[in-house]
């Protein structure tokens, strides 16, 4: 028995990271999964990978940023499988840190885009098709950067990784009248593609480790068991919450 056994789950940004490791988490748990991304070739992989593995899962196309492609993926899901239970909204990305009169009004409003405005969109199309299912239960992946070590944060990604803490809490609070819960997980440094790009070099890198008591980075496994707790029936109380994956960095 697996702990999404009967779930069908869409997965934005799954085509390599935390939202590829969501991906076959969930198709081992016993999910349907329909993921997406730009990333096309990397995500018929991971799609083929899991496959191998007895899952039921396929990759689709999905810039974030578009209605219509939400609304298509949404539709798709419901054709293939008849309901969706589960959104996670992983998709996001970060640009170098610069101060905040040196960010360009472009850099902020893609930023945005992607970031927040992506999860409005996910979970916009998907509440119609939980409510008519009964419920389900949508997980916003935010970051520690939108709760907390300001000082240090990249400003664009640290107010868009805010907005989606205070939209998953006003999401729980209005559809929890129709069985849908709502929350967000908050990782610090985890060691992804993504986080590479954010640190230009080791010794940065180990500079960002300085303000993480437990003196590493995360996993992308890590972020998926918290994931996975979110998104199953274990946490089926649990809604407008803020679950902090991030190796203690909050408290510095």
């Not at 805010?162 to 440094?189: L, M």
């Amino acid at each position: 028995m697996g702990k999404l056994d009967g779930k069908v789950a869409i997965i934005s940004g799954g085509a390599r990271g935390q939202g590829a490791v969501e991906a076959k988490l969930f198709a081992e748990e016993g999910a349907k999964v329909v993921f997406g991304d730009i990333r096309d070739d990397e995500g018929r992989q991971v799609e083929a990978e899991i496959q191998e593995l007895g899952g039921d899962a396929v990759y689709v196309h999905l810039d974030v940023t578009s209605e219509a492609e939400w609304q298509k993926v949404v539709q798709d899901t419901l054709d293939r499988y008849g309901k969706v239970d589960i959104l996670i909204n992983n998709a996001a990305i970060i640009v170098p840190r610069v101060e905040i009169e040196n960010t360009s009004a472009d850099s902020w409003d893609r930023v945005f885009e992607v970031n927040a405005k992506s999860v409005f969109l996910g979970t916009k199309h998907c509440i119609p098709a939980m409510r008519e299912s009964g419920g389900g239960s949508i997980v916003n992946i935010s970051s520690v950067a939108g709760i907390a070590q300001a000082y240090h944060q990249e400003p664009a990604y640290a107010a868009s990784k805010g907005a989606v803490r205070i939209f998953s809490k006003v999401t729980a609070a209005q559809h929890a009248k129709d069985g849908i819960r709502c929350n967000s997980v908050h990782p610090g440094p985890i060691d992804t593609e993504m986080l590479s790009t954010a640190f230009a070099d080791e010794e940065a890198k180990a500079a960002r480790l300085t303000r993480v008591p437990m003196q590493r980075m995360g996993t992308a496994e890590e972020v998926a068991k918290g994931v996975l707790y979110l998104a199953s029936d274990d946490s089926s109380y649990v809604t407008g919450s803020e679950l902090v994956i991030d190796g203690g960095a909050i408290v510095m």
